[in-house]
């Protein structure tokens, strides 16, 4: 499909890559981006341990 070939051109790997080499990291900016990523992912991350033990708790009592 047409739709296809467009989103693929659009999201050229090699252009990806280029534009992140020529992108310069200040100094926080790495730690900055590990709290955002736990603020992201902890949450969900905490509901599935969450729900998964809950499971566990009601087959085996």
Do not use: C, H, Q
């Amino acid at each position: 499909m047409a739709l296809f070939k467009k989103r693929k051109d659009m999201y050229d790997e090699e252009e990806i890559e280029k534009k992140l080499n020529d992108m310069e990291f200040e100094k926080g900016d790495m730690f900055a981006m590990f709290i955002a990523a736990m603020i992201t992912f902890l949450p969900a991350v905490l509901l599935l341990l969450g729900l998964f033990s809950l499971i566990l708790w009601i087959i085996f009592t």
